[in-house]
């Protein structure tokens, strides 16, 4: 393993070293957005330190190939661990890169072999991989949306982020037409029921969410609403807006972290609220593997 703890897709014969799991069973999760800003990364991060919390074993995929945030934060957690002396589930991470290949098909063929190569390899050993797609409409986020079976999306609660989704009658709030995005994760959903024949459960989830009762929240709601009638996903409640995510990255910890040595944070009623929309999030996704298991944090 190089010295800073991340595998990447050109040392195969780098070991993995966690027990094997039965073949069939690690569910692959994918956070995607075209848009910057919609807390992907948050997301995905809370969602690993969940589920390893929940004595899930837990890959990461990173392809956000310019921002690097995923990366960044789990290499603040090693960090941090190291400076305090403590323990903390850590993700089996590999870094795919895009091709630098000029020819178009010999660089999709390059990034086809390296996402499914680490894909297969997470496989080996994880429960859960959950993959970070990049914020933008390139082959491999194509790839990766294809690739899932479930596809989380978060989507920051206001009409500017809502077009990432869809078009909408300002007046009356019905559905014009599905944007460029979902009509991608259209065709990706086509694609992995026609490779594999199981679907891709799609869930919107409203993020960095007011906890005001605005009227224009209450329009977003209800315009969410109508569109996943429209073109089939299902509405996750989100995480609310809360200065503590900003705080927390420096130091590579999450919400479920706060209790751990060193923290240096006051755990408050805020957080108590934080943690339930968690695991609020996991009891919608509905995530097979996870069906009567207690959510212990």
């Known amino acids: 393993m190089p010295a800073d703890g991340f595998r990447t897709v050109d040392a195969?014969?780098?070991?993995?070293?966690?027990?094997q799991s039965p073949e069939g069973?690690?569910?692959?999760?994918?956070v995607g957005n075209e848009k910057g800003g919609a807390g992907k990364s948050t997301v995905s991060m809370h969602l690993a330190v969940a589920l390893m919390r929940m004595e899930q074993r837990v890959g990461i995929i990173d392809l956000d190939v310019r921002q690097r945030t995923l990366t960044r934060y789990l290499e603040n957690r090693l960090r941090w661990m190291q400076s305090t002396?403590?323990?903390?589930?850590?993700?089996?991470?590999?870094?795919?890169d895009a091709s630098t290949e000029r020819d178009l098909d010999t660089a999709e063929r390059e990034e086809t072999e390296r996402l499914m190569g680490a894909i297969e390899r997470l496989k080996q050993v994880s429960d859960f991989i959950i993959i970070d797609a990049p914020g933008g409409d390139t082959f491999l986020s194509r790839l990766a949306?294809?690739?899932?079976?479930?596809?989380?999306?978060?989507?920051?609660?206001s009409f500017v982020d809502f077009?990432?989704?869809?078009?909408?009658?300002?007046?009356t709030l019905e559905v014009i037409r599905p944007s460029f995005y979902s009509e991608m994760v259209w065709n990706c959903r086509k694609k992995k029921a026609q490779a594999s024949r199981k679907p891709i459960d799609?869930?919107?989830?409203?993020?960095?969410?007011?906890p005001l009762e605005a009227r224009n929240k209450q329009k977003v709601g209800e315009a969410l609403s109508n569109l996943s009638k429209r073109i089939g996903f299902r509405l996750a409640p989100g995480l609310s807006e809360r200065?503590?995510?900003?705080?927390?990255?420096?130091?590579?910890?999450?919400?479920?972290?706060?209790?751990?040595?060193g923290s240096n944070v006051a755990f408050t009623m805020s957080h108590v609220a934080a943690r339930q929309e968690l695991r609020d999030l996991l009891i919608l996704l509905q995530l097979p593997s996870l069906a009567g298991a207690e959510i212990a944090f």
């Not at 195969?12 to 027990?19: A, C, G, I, K």
């Not at 077009?163 to 009658?169: E, F």
Request: with cysteine.
């Open 85 to 96: 002396g403590s323990k903390l589930p850590m993700p089996e991470i590999i870094r795919v």
């Open 243 to 261: 200065v503590i995510y900003r705080e927390l990255f420096p130091a590579g910890l999450t919400l479920l972290d706060l209790t751990e040595r």
């Open 12 to 19: 195969p014969d780098s070991p993995l070293t966690l027990r």
């Open 202 to 210: 799609w869930v919107v989830m409203r993020n960095r969410v007011s």
């Open 145 to 157: 949306h294809t690739s899932a079976d479930t596809l989380i999306t978060p989507l920051n609660d």
């Open 163 to 171: 077009d990432l989704l869809g078009d909408v009658n300002p007046q």
């Open 25 to 30: 069973e690690c569910r692959v999760i994918v």
